[in-house]
């Protein structure tokens, strides 16, 4: 089965940094890229970050580019995002999203996490 | 930047009736269009990639149509547990990935 499980929220004061983490199992880590995506309390999706299966390839969204890194530990099936000079439009729930690979295409999200939620407030 | 709009914002139906959910793409996405099924709480599904196809395990009710510009997610007959908020999503540019605004579709 499987299961992307986030850590790393809280509440973090605007200018700070925080670092999320993404622990994944239940798939060959190493086959597929990973995104961050995030949602605004009471708001849609935004896709963040993502990262080809050996970090070759990583994309930004405007919104974030130059502030946030995205990284990955294939040895550890772990996926990261480095979040600094935080915002408050930042705030949001983020999202560790697997990449659909062959059976649905790049860039098409298969598999979720619940969530780490980020809070950016003095 | 590819922007998605999605209508109508709010679609009230009851059990059992059709859905007919719309996506625009303010220029061609091709068919890399995806549909997310999101209910509270919980995180998005995929439901239906490349415009047409269904994610493994997705009721054969759920189906998308459209190509180009204009996409369509249709619910055959809603069950109680369709009433959620659906995401269209475009694949066509790396890596400016768009999702639409959402339509949510409620009870009765």
């Known amino acids: 089965e499987v299961q992307l499980v986030e850590s790393g929220g809280g509440l973090v004061q605007p200018g700070r940094s925080l670092r999320l983490s993404c622990a994944a199992s239940?798939?060959?880590?190493?086959?597929?890229?990973m995104h961050w995506v995030r949602q605004a309390p009471g708001k849609g999706l935004e896709w963040v970050s993502g990262i080809s299966w050996n970090s070759g390839s990583i994309g930004y969204a405007d919104s974030v580019k130059g502030r946030f890194t995205i990284s990955r530990d294939n040895a550890k099936n772990s996926l990261y995002l480095q979040m600094n000079s935080l915002r408050a439009e930042d705030t949001a729930l983020y999202y560790c999203a697997k990449e659909g690979g062959p059976d649905y295409g790049d860039y098409v999200f298969d598999y979720w996490g619940q969530g780490t939620l980020v809070t950016v407030s003095s | 930047e590819i922007v998605l709009t999605q209508s109508p914002a709010t679609l009230s139906l009851s059990p059992g009736e059709r859905a007919t959910l719309s996506c625009r793409a303010s220029?061609?996405?091709?068919?890399?269009l995806a549909w997310y099924q999101q209910k509270p709480g919980q995180a998005p599904r995929l439901l239906i990639y490349d415009a047409s196809n269904r994610a493994t395990g997705i009721p054969a009710r759920f189906s998308g149509s459209g190509s180009g510009t204009d996409f369509t997610l249709t619910i055959s007959s809603l069950e109680p547990e369709d009433f959620a908020v659906y995401y269209c999503q475009q694949r066509s540019n790396w890596p400016q990935f768009t999702f639409g605004p959402g339509t949510k579709v409620d009870i009765k």
């Open positions: 239940g798939f060959t880590f190493d086959d597929y890229a």
């Open positions: 220029q061609s996405v091709s068919s890399y």
